[in-house]
């Protein structure tokens, strides 16, 4: 019973009926369906954008869509356990979402790509190109975790108990991360339409369960080797990050800059955790000039 007690208020599975009902696109990988979206020129070098720790794909629809119409060939996709991706019961740590990306990527026969990660996609596009170089041209980060270990609320320090924490998370889990959302925002007029779309995820078992395992795997926690030894391959990095973001604070970027000393560096002013999102106007043409 407490393996399912993070669960509660999840009615509904995620099926065939449910994929169809979905915008964009699904493949099958080895844990599972991804779910992803393509635009764009087909033919040219794809740039994908990596998602963070629980909102899916959504969250890129001003970056989707300013790429593509500057006729860049885009793919997005859910990270497992979001959006209309699969929720397998395994554990969700660095090696399964770096897995998930290269499986996608040669799913859709891409050889050579630029990798945008926000958040919790910092480590693990910072991870594959790390990994990867050869497969990898560009990287954007957008205020990526890993500098330091993520800020964690009281639900999720004792979410991440195991047995007690499941039922905590159960009980609490929906309305504390509707109310989390917040957090991600400087411009509070957005947050409510937000919610709106991030709360469809949620009917579908598994959601909390997978966030769960995320935390307790340390996919929150510090990375910095990870980005050192994406400063050491030289490969073009440009670091993005809102100068009011409270869930991963600005100061964490000297961070990263010691980490990566050859990255450009593009600080955002008035937003938030999502500046690609509240300050579309700024970061859109930036993100154009580094990937042209």
Not at 4 to 18: P, R
Not at 102 to 124: E, H, Y
Not at 172 to 193: I, S
Not at 203 to 224: C, D, E
């Amino acid at each position: 019973m407490m393996r399912n007690a993070a669960g509660m208020g999840e009615a509904l599975d995620l099926d065939d009926a449910a994929r169809l009902s979905a915008e964009g696109s699904f493949v099958r990988l080895s844990h599972g369906y991804t779910h992803y979206d393509v635009g764009g020129p087909s033919g040219l070098r794809p740039v994908v954008l990596v998602h963070g720790f629980s909102v899916p794909y959504f969250i890129w629809d001003p970056t989707f869509n300013a790429l593509t119409e500057a006729g860049i060939r885009t793919v997005r996709y859910d990270l497992y356990g979001r959006g209309f991706s699969d929720r397998p019961n395994i554990k969700y740590d660095l090696a399964l979402f770096v897995a998930q990306l290269g499986q996608l990527l040669d799913t859709l026969g891409d050889r050579n790509v630029d990798l945008i990660g926000l958040s919790m996609g910092g480590p693990i596009t910072a991870a594959f190109a790390a990994a990867f170089p050869e497969k990898v041209r560009k990287v954007v980060l957008i205020d990526p975790s890993g500098g330091q270990p993520v800020s964690l609320g009281g639900l999720y320090k004792l979410a991440a108990l195991p047995g007690i924490g499941d039922v905590l998370f159960g009980v609490l889990g929906t309305e504390y991360l509707l109310n989390t959302l917040a957090g991600d925002f400087f411009d509070q007029e957005l947050v409510e339409t937000f919610r709106e779309r991030y709360q469809v995820q949620m009917k579908y078992r598994g959601f909390k369960r997978a966030l769960l395992s995320t935390v307790r795997n340390k996919m929150l926690g510090s990375f910095t080797a990870v980005y050192a030894a994406l400063g050491r391959i030289g490969m073009p990095v440009l670091l993005i990050w809102g100068r009011r973001d409270m869930t991963v604070p600005f100061g964490q970027s000297q961070t990263l800059l010691r980490l990566m000393p050859r990255v450009e560096f593009f600080p955002v002013p008035d937003c938030g955790h999502i500046p690609h999102y509240e300050r579309p106007e700024l970061v859109n043409p930036r993100l154009i000039e580094f990937l042209k």
